[in-house]
Antibody, heavy 118, light 110 residues
């Protein structure tokens, strides 16, 4: 059974730099693209970052230069290093397994809430 | 990259059919068949319902179908059931391994 479990969320001060983790199981982690998607409370989904099987990374303009996605295949783990956080980054952050051939997300974690507030 | 445009809400009675539209541009929906749809019930993670515009993952009811024409993709749910009440999001590939979601549509089953 595919499982994705995020951790690392919590209350963060503006300007803070938390790192989120996603523990994957039930599939060959190294063979899949992985993504982070976020959702502010009561708002829609926003794609945040992607990492390919070769470690290539991609970001939308809203987080480029502040967020860094990485993976550690030996530990079946995905990470999101977030820097210079601001109130607008407050959201539930989901990790999702990508299907590169069609660019869609077939499995999602339960999410971890990051609240940016002083 | 601007979010894809979806109606904020749609509604229908049990047994009826509804369609949710997702309008993008020639740079996203219009250029790729890589449109996917997700269902999200309150407090839960999104669930994949349609991928590559019109394909259903294993285990998804054939009451759900997708289509695309030009810059607009659509999700149709036939034979509406109470459990279909949820938020629905479209997503399109925008090139260079990047993508964009729609703003979401709240489906109410009357």
């Amino acid at each position: 059974e595919v499982q994705l479990v995020e951790s690392g969320g919590g209350l963060v001060q503006p300007g803070g730099s938390p790192r989120l983790s996603c523990a994957a199981s039930g599939f060959t982690f190294s063979s899949y693209d992985m993504h982070w998607v976020r959702q502010a409370t009561g708002k829609g989904l926003e794609w945040v970052s992607a990492i390919g099987t070769a470690g290539d990374t991609y970001y939308p303009g809203s987080v480029k230069g502040r967020f860094t996605i990485s993976r550690e295949n030996a530990k079946n783990s995905l990470y999101l290093q977030m820097n210079s956080l601001r109130a607008g980054d407050t959201a539930v952050y989901y990790c999702a397994r990508g299907r590169g051939s069609g660019w869609y997300f077939d499995y999602w974690g339960q999410g971890t809430l990051v609240t940016v507030s002083s | 990259q601007s979010a894809l445009t979806q109606p904020a809400s749609v509604s229908g009675s049990p047994g009826q059919s509804i369609t949710i539209s997702c309008t993008g541009t020639s740079g996203d929906v219009g250029s790729y068949n890589f449109v996917s749809w997700y269902q999200q019930h309150p407090g839960t993670a999104p669930k994949l319902m349609i991928y590559e515009a019109n394909k259903r993952p294993s285990g998804i009811s054939n009451r759900f179908s997708g289509s695309k024409s030009g810059n607009t993709a659509s999700l149709t749910i036939s034979g509406l059931q109470a459990e279909d009440e949820a938020d629905y999001y479209c997503c399109s590939y925008t090139g260079r391994n990047t993508g964009v979601f729609g703003g979401g549509t709240k489906l109410t089953v009357l």
